[in-house]
DNA sequence: TTGTACGCGTTATCAA
DNA sequence: TTGATAACGCGTACAA
């Protein structure tokens, strides 16, 4: 026997003959309640089925219980994952998640911001790797926020995320340590801060292998399926091969991969290829991708926790927490050929 | 010269030195408002840089601009393209959307739907292929919902998608019509709607060729990756190979190819395989995968608008949209091999 | 231990 | 054309 109207707490006050002022000290502060009356109360709400209405609640207190989960690509292999993270750490601090996904548009970030503003959410979390678009047009302080995946450029917003530079190191040891000597780095770039530590990790293990400078093959890319087959072509013009491919991520080693699949060479035989980021798709390649984990699910949590300790107690300043990734051996790599 | 505190209506109407009614007015209703009155209060606006609080605004109205939608797996290739054409059109009519991730589990299904009757969302689309868990339990009605890429069991939810036992009979056609007599369908299920159906075009196509049912193989399969490994394995063992594989969807494919691989096959001379839906990676498997393409976007369009016609005047009729799909010719079909 | 009454920011009704 | 004011549902001083 349900009405069509959800149950207000007025409903409940009425069913237990008390007033609403009660019913809301019998939800919140049990104990400055009689045991008989939260007892009444308790049986009201569970006959009304009463929920509270968050917004009202959130009108009134001004703030929330919902965290923001704004990313650019919400199909990005790496997204779901440390979602998983963020939402189980947010659920258990009773806190509840909600995402928007801005397909990198001005707009659509405005649109989250008027959300944010109006109290709706109190927390943010950014995959995008800058402050919302319009943030400062708009002139809105962000509420307490943490950067995931890719650091905020130039901005004091905290961070969360896998050591780029010693996962790439690791990755550039391992080919070194197969035997390579002309390494070829792919997706250099100047704009992501993530990327380009990626390729100060290379540039640490050549210089403490030796290697001349003369011998590195940096291709830029932007990091796409797309960019690694375009990269593996460029190669070819120059005529100046690699016997390995490290790349900025495994989008990118898809691309090189398929790239040299398609010119008709043996993979792992011919060449060694190693990617970064351990995407789902890595074990189902052929060869199977060798590559550098991130512990997404681990970041996801730590940036949770980070934001919802900054929600306890503001502090000032900015934070970095790097999480170290594992290097995951399949079938991608081997010892040099000597091409004649 | 911003303030901390967002500006309120009652900001606006100081500054314009009129009353809060007439903001309201002037920005809902503005040719019921004085032209001059009307540009003072836009100036003081802008000033303030007033934005609605949408919280207080839905409290009043008792509804939102806000459509949510549930899905038990964010990282389902199929997502996030759908999801495009479900939030471009929200906005062209002026909703947002939010997105609610449930991973299958009840107690999260709960909470969304607690979000729901606070009224913080309008309408609902169901990713789900079921009614919110806990949605009987907590016996609250469902605001207009639409269900997208698999139809709700047993309920008159409003559901659009790709036609499934059109596209299927395309699938097994095409393998029909390069000469194949054995085909196997991969990915057989008792429970989910969509695989049933698509396993019926399956059944028509084989029927028109007049292949005996005796000459069928049907595999069941839950449409994972490793399911279709699963498959090829089971097959293996039985000793009773097809010349081609049909598989329930991409994924399932993926395995199949994996596992054919594993077992040093060359493909596609060995063996064919299509698959159904056409995920991002189908082109970079090899062999490319020959498959049948889902109008993603288009879905997530049409199921948008009905959702929106619906909250416009309620029906009460149940409607079935059926988008019907391409078949996507790549490298995984050829002719069959006799193998001795 | 409990109840009364105000305010959160809007929109809508009713007079003026 | 405009303004006062009542609601929306809730939390919490303050009073009892």
Same mark, same amino acid.
């Given at each position: 026997?349900?009405? /069509? ?7 409940? %006050? ?10 809301? +000290?019998?939800?919140?502060?049990? =104990?400055?309640? &009689?045991? /008989? ?23 009134? @207190? ?10 650019? !690509?919400?199909? !990005? ?15 258990? $601090? ?5 995402? #928007? ?15 944010? /503003?109006? #109290? ?14 319009? $943030? ?10 943490? &950067? ?6 130039? /901005? ?6 896998? !050591?780029?530079?010693?996962? %790439? *190191? ?10 390579? *000597? ?5 997706? =250099? ?20 292998? +030796? ?17 690694? *087959? ?13 016997? &390995? ?9 898809? #691309?090189?991969i398929n790239?040299l699949n398609a010119?008709?060479y ?10 970064? =980021? ?14 550098? +984990? ?5 970041? #996801?949590?730590?940036? @949770? ?36």
């Open positions: 026997m349900q009405n /069509s109207a959800p149950a207000t707490i007025e409903d409940v %006050a009425r069913l237990a003959e008390v007033s609403i002022a009660t019913v809301s +000290r019998a939800i919140h502060t049990p =104990d400055k309640v &009689a045991k /008989s009356t939260r007892q009444r109360v308790n049986q009201a709400i569970a006959i009304t089925g009463y929920t509270t209405n968050a917004m009202a609640r959130s009108l009134r @207190m001004g703030r929330s219980n919902m965290i923001l989960i704004l990313a650019p !690509d919400i199909g !990005d292999p790496n997204f779901s994952s440390t979602l998983i993270g963020l939402e189980n750490e947010a659920r258990a $601090h009773g806190y509840g998640v909600l995402i #928007g996904h801005t397909q990198n548009d001005p707009e659509r970030g405005l649109e989250y911001l008027k959300f944010l /503003s109006s #109290g709706q959410a109190t927390g943010l979390v950014l995959f995008t790797g800058h402050e919302p678009f319009g $943030h400062q047009v708009a002139g809105t302080r962000l509420p307490p926020t943490v &950067a995931v995946f890719e650091p905020v450029f130039g /901005s004091k917003i905290s961070y969360v995320g896998v !050591d780029d530079v010693a996962g %790439a *190191r690791k990755a550039a040891e391992h080919l070194l340590s197969a035997g390579h *000597r002309r390494i070829a780095f792919i997706g =250099d770039s100047r704009t992501r801060l993530g990327h380009k530590r990626r390729r100060q990790g290379y540039d640490l293990a050549l210089d403490a292998a +030796r290697i001349a400078p003369e011998n590195r093959i940096v291709i830029e890319g932007e990091g796409t399926i797309e960019s690694g *087959r375009l990269a593996v072509e460029q190669l070819f013009m120059r005529d100046t091969l690699p016997t &390995a491919f490290m790349c900025v991520n495994d989008a990118t080693a898809i #691309g090189v790239g010119r008709g043996d993979l792992p035989k011919d060449f060694s290829v190693i990617g970064f =980021d351990d995407v789902p798709q890595a074990t189902y390649l052929s060869p199977a991708l060798t590559t550098i +984990r991130q512990p997404r699910t681990a970041i #996801g949590k730590q940036a @949770m926790a980070l934001l919802l300790a900054q929600l306890a107690e503001r502090p000032t300043e900015r934070r970095e927490i790097l999480l170290m990734p594992d290097l995951i051996v399949r079938g991608s790599v081997t010892g040099p050929t000597v091409r004649r």
